[in-house]
């Protein structure tokens, strides 16, 4: 599932700075030259590549990738 895709990219791909794997540079398949600063970007950029929205509206069932995204659609309701 996308859910466990995003997971396994997060942990292991991206990594954490407490475990000393850190990267900050994006490996997918034609991507160039995307290197963040901050593991946030990092993750957040991921989402782009693959098809994970966490984000639920609970009026509508409309998923977002993004906080952010999801607090905006629910001014509508």
């Not at 995003?6 to 997918?28: A, M, P, Q, Y």
């Not at 782009?48 to 906080?67: E, I, L, M, Q, W």
Request: aromatic share 6%.
């Amino acid at each position: 599932s996308a859910d466990l895709l995003f997971t396994h990219l997060s942990d292991i791909h991206v990594g954490r700075k407490t475990r000393g794997n850190l990267c900050l540079t994006c490996h997918w398949e034609n991507c160039v030259g995307v290197t963040v600063t901050k593991r946030d970007h990092l993750t957040s950029h991921l989402r782009t590549h693959v098809r994970f929205k966490p984000h639920v509206c609970d009026s509508c069932g409309r998923a977002f990738k993004r906080p952010q995204d999801l607090k905006k659609h629910e001014r509508i309701h």
